[in-house]
């Protein structure tokens, strides 16, 4: 069998990350399906059983996900009838329901499950290590788009 060939792409950071993600997206939508949840709309609702009342800003940023995205998840969650919004002023503050708060430890097995599944092919150590260089590095990027004045170009 003759070995696979490379191209540039394969020293390519964007491509290889963007590819090494729709990987791991795949091993996550297999681990959340069975609850009838994206992996994104699971991550939001770890954050709102972890902070009840969070503001759609605060998600935001954390799930390094702009406002409008953030909107149409807390639009679908809502419709589901896993999280509450509630006003305060000016403010919208977001709140598990009792039937997301039902499915806390499957939403958190599921998430444990893909853990295990990604450590077990990349190795935990390594595993562990990709995931905080990746957030470093993400971090990096995101510092240098905040030092911009003009974010459309980097040079």
Do not use: W
Not at 36 to 50: E, I, N, R, T, Y
Not at 63 to 69: A, D, E, F, V
């Amino acid at each position: 069998m003759e070995a696979p060939k490379h191209n540039f792409l394969d020293t390519c950071l964007f491509f290889s990350t963007n590819a090494f993600s729709r990987q791991l997206l795949k091993l996550a939508e297999i681990e959340f399906k069975p609850l009838k949840l994206s992996p994104a709309h699971a991550s939001l609702l770890l954050l709102v059983f972890d902070t009840p009342g969070i503001g759609p800003k605060e998600l935001s940023r954390l799930l390094h996900l702009t406002p409008s995205t953030i909107t149409r998840f807390i639009d679908s969650l809502a419709k589901k009838k896993l999280v509450a919004r509630k006003s305060k002023g000016k403010s919208v503050l977001i709140f598990p329901t009792q039937k997301s708060l039902d499915m806390q430890t499957a939403i958190a097995m599921a998430y444990k499950r893909l853990y295990l599944r990604y450590s077990q092919i990349l190795g935990a150590t390594s595993a562990m290590d990709l995931s905080h260089r990746i957030s470093k590095a993400n971090e990096q990027i995101m510092e240098n788009f905040d030092n911009q004045e003009d974010n459309e170009t980097l040079f």
